[in-house]
């Protein structure tokens, strides 16, 4: 059985014209998330591992799945064990990583990693200094925010941090331009 793997995506071509690619390259099933969700990936990836030799797995792009390297390399070399073919239709040419021979060396490493490192929520922040977590421009501005009116939560909401913590920068506690602070500026 072929199986095409359709999803929206900012890095992919519009569902349609992959659609299109994938039917052309002769795909039996097109499983197409609209709404890409939590559920709607772990629900693809529990019947990708579901898969059985002999079956075929199409997408425009590695993009399409959605995952990590590491996820990526754990999936593959599931195919690699369970028998399934992956071709990916984008580009010039279709590829094709086929389980004939052995598994890869590079590819058996990257999924031995993923699976015995502890697992880790991905981060998009940058992680703060703890001797300086606003820069001296920053904290110009959140006192400058304060003697308008604000409260410390809209200012610590800005500035990705709590509420006391930008009371006791304000204040000149711990920020590298306490001397800045002037007492008649600041309100309790």
Known sequence: MRYGVVRVSPDLLPPNVQ????????????LEERQPTTASQRNLFHLLYGLKRGDEVLVHALAAFEATTGELARLLR?????????????????????????IPRALVMLADHETSRPLREPTRRRPRIKDAPLTQHQLKFARDMHRRGH??????????????????????????????????????
């Not at 580009?91 to 052995?102: A, F, I, V, W």
């Not at 909401?157 to 602070?181: T, Y």
């Open 151 to 188: 409260s410390m939560r809209a200012i610590g909401l800005l500035f990705q941090l709590a509420p006391n913590e930008v009371a006791e920068l304000i204040r000149g506690r711990n920020g590298p331009a306490s001397a800045e602070a002037e007492p008649d500026d600041l309100r309790p």
């Open 19 to 30: 659609r299109r690619l994938i039917e052309a390259a002769g795909c039996d099933i097109v």
């Open 78 to 102: 599931h195919f690699f064990e369970a028998g399934v073919t992956l071709r990916v239709t984008g580009g010039s040419r279709t590829e094709s990583l086929s389980p004939e021979g052995p």
